[in-house]
């Protein structure tokens, strides 16, 4: 599986869309918002509890699965264009 990571993380969308991906399953399965984090100590909590629940943790595997697979090449690889970017493609 080769992924462009560098130029992935240089994307602050893709950022943004892991970020979410981590977050929203753990706080569907508590049931909370994100109004209802309101401190670290809280966010830490919930991200402990998610990492000790298998079914928690699963969700997460699957949601940030589908933030990194890009669905425009077949298998689980970059195209060989993609992985000669050195940053984010910009259309002109």
Excluded: C
Aim: proline share 7%; no cysteine; net charge positive.
């Amino acid at each position: 599986m080769k992924i462009n990571w560098i130029v992935r993380l240089k994307n602050p969308v893709f950022i943004a869309q892991l970020v979410i991906s981590v977050l929203l399953p753990i706080l569907a399965y508590a049931g909370l918002t994100g109004a209802d984090v309101t401190s670290w100590p809280i966010l830490i909590g919930l991200i402990v509890a998610a990492v000790k629940n298998p079914y928690v943790l699963a969700l997460v595997i699957v949601s940030v699965w589908h933030t990194v697979n890009d669905p425009t090449t077949s298998g689980l690889s970059d195209s060989d264009l993609a992985l000669k970017y050195k940053a984010p493609y910009k259309d002109k």
